[in-house]
């Protein structure tokens, strides 16, 4: 079946660390996105990226770091600058382009912060 | 700030009750709009989308149609279910027309069906 897996689910980290959010799809979508969702605040996108080797930043990239080796995988990283990294992390990809196309989503990823 | 301007939640409904979550939009031209749902704990998932002014998107009961004149795409459904309890979030492609196919979301409206 095709989709988008993110893990884990449930992370947890200790204020300072860096740390690394899996993304991986297998639907030969060409673009990815990583969102935060916090709460009462719907979703806000963090980075995008169209193709391999290339991302743009999104509404709220400080903090975050990202990279996209291959057409599959889009990682984020959450560094330790990052002033409040305690959300539910959202990944999505989708087809490039073209007005009737949709963005599929992950499970989602908690990141708990302490 | 935010295009994008959903009802404000909790709606809480009892079982087989009319349902009818607002959402209207600004925008420049007439992107795509969607409904998405997210059910407890998970990530989202795509309800109904419309594509062009005075499209009807639907699915599992659920309908919006696409009113350029009111800049709204109201989503509804005739009879509610306790499984249809989950968080809906409204949302427009971000460019109309242009490369990518970027949202932009609603706040989300939280829905409780109550047995």
């Known amino acids: 079946d095709g989709g988008i897996t993110q893990s884990p689910k449930y992370l947890f980290r200790k204020e300072g660390q860096n740390v690394t959010l899996s993304c991986e799809q297998n639907l030969n979508h060409d673009a990815m996105y990583w969102y935060r969702q916090d709460p009462g605040q719907g979703l806000r996108l963090i980075y995008y990226?169209?193709?391999?080797?290339?991302?743009q930043k999104g509404d709220i990239a400080e903090g975050y770091s990202v990279s996209r080796e291959k057409k599959e995988s889009f990682p984020l990283t959450v560094t330790s600058a990052q002033k409040n990294p305690t959300a539910f992390y959202l990944c999505?990809?989708?087809?490039?382009?073209?007005?009737?196309?949709?963005?599929?989503f992950g499970p989602g990823t908690r990141l708990t912060v302490t | 700030g935010n295009s994008v301007t959903q009802m404000e939640g909790p709606v809480t409904l009892s079982e087989e009750a009319f349902l009818t979550i607002n959402c209207t939009y600004t925008a420049t031209g007439y992107p795509s709009l969607f409904w998405y749902v997210q059910y407890p704990g998970e990530g989202l998932q795509l309800l109904l989308k419309?594509?062009?002014?005075?499209d009807k998107g639907s699915n599992k009961g659920f309908e919006a149609t696409y009113r350029k004149e009111t800049t709204s795409f109201h989503l509804e459904k005739g009879s509610v279910q306790v499984s249809d309890s989950a968080v809906y979030f409204c949302?427009?492609?971000?460019?109309?027309?242009?490369?990518?196919?970027?949202?932009?979301f609603g706040t989300g409206t939280l829905l409780a069906v109550q047995p």
């Open positions: 990226s169209q193709i391999v080797n290339d991302f």
């Open positions: 999505a990809s989708s087809i490039e382009s073209g007005q009737a196309y949709e963005q599929y």
């Open positions: 419309a594509t062009k002014a005075d």
């Open positions: 949302a427009r492609r971000r460019n109309y027309g242009g490369a990518t196919n970027k949202l932009i």
